[in-house]
């Protein structure tokens, strides 16, 4: 072995001369056709979901709602529920965004040594808004995509009640297939908030509608946040309001939407002696499994006028 030779090489190496005599080949900038690109893991922009949507089913939701309403908690535990397995045959199969996601959902886990569960807030200037889940139904042997646009409650306020500022802000929401509508669980045990808070839910998805932001096929999911409050009040008073509520949103958007379905949940509940981590989420996920038809009725009302009577019928209701 040529030690003085070896040496040389080495000084070579280590010198901070290189590259400012000789010319250094480096492959960066080249691309080749068999190459695979991989993204960053990051929260995609409109142009990164094109791929997803060329690939196979996409189903897009937009969860709409005010700040610290849940919405984001929601989309991030959903992923959560499959690092245990596959949740009811259907199973985890991808994402191209692990990384939005893991740090979304750090401050709800141990490791972050937070007395409560807690995720961070959407930024509010950011144009890359959508995580991914890619999953695998095995009894159907099919993958879907699902994309969720994970937007600023302070834009959702800033749009309410404003047509063109909605058409603004929020041009993409027109391709959404579902539109879940969070109402915080949380502010409903407040007396003195309540019908504020659902009324502010019931106004904010009046102005998509108005300015002809959703698609006719679109279907319209209110979801009622943070349940474990709810349950842990002691009470049925606040039970038996939701469920009120229900029947009065059912009724006043019963034709304005195809499909309106409602759903309780809490995703990560500060106590879980009533709800576990994850309450009703489930459930959520089957609605989206589920191909939901223009004509299955979920908007029933008790009305009395002929023209109604016959258009209930043909949506599939039937007299008693």
Request: hydrophobic residues 40%.
């Given at each position: 072995m040529d030690d003085t030779k070896d040496k040389a090489q080495l000084d070579t190496l280590l010198s901070?001369?290189?590259?400012?005599?000789?010319?250094?080949s480096v492959n960066t900038a080249e691309t080749k056709d068999n190459d695979i690109i991989l993204h960053s893991g990051n929260s995609l922009s409109v142009d990164d979901t094109y791929p997803i949507t060329a690939s196979?089913?996409?189903?897009?939701?937009?969860?709409?709602?005010?700040f610290a309403c849940g919405k984001t908690t929601i989309e991030t535990s959903l992923y959560q529920l499959f690092h245990n397995g596959?949740?009811?045959g259907i199973y985890f199969a991808g994402s191209e965004t692990l990384n939005a996601y893991e740090q979304r959902a750090f401050n709800t886990r141990v490791q972050s040594y937070n007395n409560v569960p807690e995720t961070p807030r959407t930024p509010l200037d950011s144009n890359d808004?959508?995580?991914?889940?890619?999953?695998?139904?095995?009894?159907?042997?099919?993958?879907?995509?699902?994309?969720?646009?994970?937007?600023?409650?302070?834009?959702?306020?800033?749009?309410?009640?404003?047509v063109d500022e909605a058409k603004k802000q929020l041009p993409?929401?027109?391709?959404?297939?579902y539109i879940m509508c969070i109402i915080d669980g949380e502010k409903i045990i407040d007396k003195k908030q309540r019908l504020a808070v659902v009324e502010e839910a019931k106004q904010l998805l009046r102005t998509f509608i108005d300015a002809n932001m959703l698609k006719s096929d679109?279907?319209?999911?209110?979801?009622?946040?943070?349940?474990?409050?709810?349950?842990?009040?002691?009470?049925?008073?606040?039970?038996?309001?939701i469920e009120n509520q229900k029947n009065k949103l059912r009724a006043y958007f019963a034709d304005m939407a195809s499909v309106i379905q409602f759903f309780n949940v809490a995703a990560m509940p500060e106590r879980t002696e009533r709800c576990e981590v994850g309450y009703g989420l489930?459930?959520?996920?089957?609605?989206?499994?589920?191909?939901?038809?223009?004509?299955?009725?979920?908007?029933?009302?008790n009305v009395k006028a002929e023209i109604n009577k016959l258009k209930y019928k043909l949506l599939g209701g039937h007299d008693e």
């Open positions: 901070d001369e290189v590259g400012l005599n000789e010319e250094v196979c089913e996409t189903k897009v939701i937009y969860l709409i709602g005010p596959d949740v009811n808004i959508f995580l991914h889940l890619r999953l695998w139904d095995c009894l159907k042997n099919k993958t879907t995509n699902y994309l969720f646009a994970d937007i600023s409650g302070e834009i959702f306020s800033a749009v309410k009640g404003s993409y929401i027109k391709s959404a297939d679109a279907c319209i999911q209110f979801v009622f946040s943070k349940y474990d409050y709810i349950l842990n009040s002691g009470t049925d008073e606040a039970i038996e309001f489930k459930d959520v996920l089957a609605s989206w499994e589920s191909v939901p038809s223009a004509f299955v009725s979920e908007n029933k009302m």
